[in-house]
């Protein structure tokens, strides 16, 4: 079985297609998105936006599948795919970028063995509090 096989195993939040949430979502496995989100997702394990899903937020898993559209930043531990439906605005960091043709990608990327990453409202945050 492949790495993929088991992470799909993995799922245990999904939301459907008809279904919005408002709001942050945090996991312990793994999220498999077919409606809409707005608002933060955090969660330990993989991360899957279908075709015609949304998110508007900032996103951070070990692993993470786009075949929707996310509008927001992307922060993943090991491996980000964007496939070929993909729309995706926002800054995006990982250790493996995966980007299929077709997809489209407007944002920043950093490809890092670091865990660390700031979000542009981290940022702001920082210059707000005078901690440039």
């Known amino acids: 079985m492949s790495r993929s096989e088991k992470q799909d195993k993995n799922i ?37 936006l279908s075709s015609g899903s949304y998110v508007k937020g900032i996103v951070s898993a070990n692993d993470a599948r786009v075949a929707g559209t996310l509008e927001g930043d992307l ?18 960091i990982a250790k493996i970028l995966v980007i299929e043709e077709g997809a489209r990608f407007e944002g920043i990327c950093q490809m890092s063995k670091e865990s660390t990453f700031e979000t542009e409202s981290d ?7 005078g901690d440039k």
């Open 123 to 129: 940022i702001l945050t920082d210059e707000i509090a």
């Open 12 to 48: 245990s939040t999904i939301i459907g297609p008809k279904v919005e949430v408002r709001g942050k979502i945090s996991a312990s496995g793994g999220i498999l998105i077919y409606g809409s989100v707005i608002g933060d997702i955090h969660t330990d394990g993989l991360v899957r």
């Open 75 to 92: 922060k993943v531990e090991r491996k980000a795919e964007l496939g070929s439906k993909s729309i995706v605005t926002g800054n995006l």
